[in-house]
């Protein structure tokens, strides 16, 4: 199946610093990637999809100049943190849509993200 | 719009026993997929199995099937001969509409499995 690389699998950084995490697909064109988030203990929530040479789709209440999407190659979506506080110390996690029967999402390994 | 509902916060099963993990669901769409997934304390998510809401037999994958309801609007996991490795949170999840690719996942089921 689908191989999906994300980087830094943990980061901890300074209030007010930005950080980009990449998702790779590794041996499948991804045209659509998605983007979560994940507080402790509780479920995936669905920030944002990522559109191949497109704007990215945001889930309502996720703020869109705070996490910057950029999907350039049909095997690299980024998310960008800006300005990161310690509310946004969460665990982040992309998947990819393969081509495979029933569309199951592929997931990466996840970032974990702590702001000091 | 879309609701999972995984009403077990935790399991616990007994190695080599069977376990089942509920879901309900609530759409409109007619059609509509639902995943498991398993999340290990590592944090990556691993696809299980998949029920599609138009298969007319339930999915199975290994140790994994899904007992699909239709009329009910559940869509449980059983994993059947339980291993240690099992232990880890499972969600349930559902992709809606023709043509639409994102998910909507429950709260999860942490299972432990005891030796």
Not at chain 1, 84 to 106: R, W
Not at chain 2, 21 to 50: A, H, N
Not at chain 2, 69 to 98: P, T
């Amino acid at each position: 199946g689908a191989v999906v690389s994300q980087h830094p699998s943990r980061v901890i950084c300074k209030s007010g610093t930005s950080v980009k995490i990449e998702c790779r697909s590794l041996d499948f064109q991804a045209t659509t990637m998605f983007w979560y988030r994940q507080f402790p203990k509780q479920s995936l929530m669905l920030m944002a999809t990522s559109n191949e040479g497109s704007k990215a789709t945001y889930e309502q209440g996720v703020e869109k100049d705070k996490f910057l999407i950029n999907h350039a190659s049909l095997t690299l979506s980024t998310l960008t943190v800006t300005s990161a506080h310690p509310e946004d110390s969460s665990f982040y996690i992309c998947s990819v849509l393969t081509g495979t029967k029933n569309q199951p999402q592929h997931f990466g390994d996840g970032t974990r993200l702590s702001i000091l | 719009a879309q609701k999972i509902t995984q009403t077990q916060p935790g399991m616990f099963v007994q190695e080599k026993e069977a376990v089942t993990l509920d879901c309900t669901y609530d759409t409109s769409d007619p059609s509509y997929g639902l995943f498991w997934y398993k999340q290990p304390s590592s944090g990556e998510m691993i696809f299980l199995i998949y029920q599609g809401s138009y298969d007319q037999q339930n999915a199975t994958e290994g140790r994994y099937s899904l007992n699909f309801q239709k009329a009910r609007k559940s869509a449980n996991l059983v994993i059947s001969a339980s291993q240690l490795g099992d232990s880890a949170m499972y969600f349930c999840a559902m992709r809606g509409g023709a043509g639409s690719y994102q998910l909507t996942f429950g709260k999860g089921t942490k299972l432990s499995v005891i030796p």
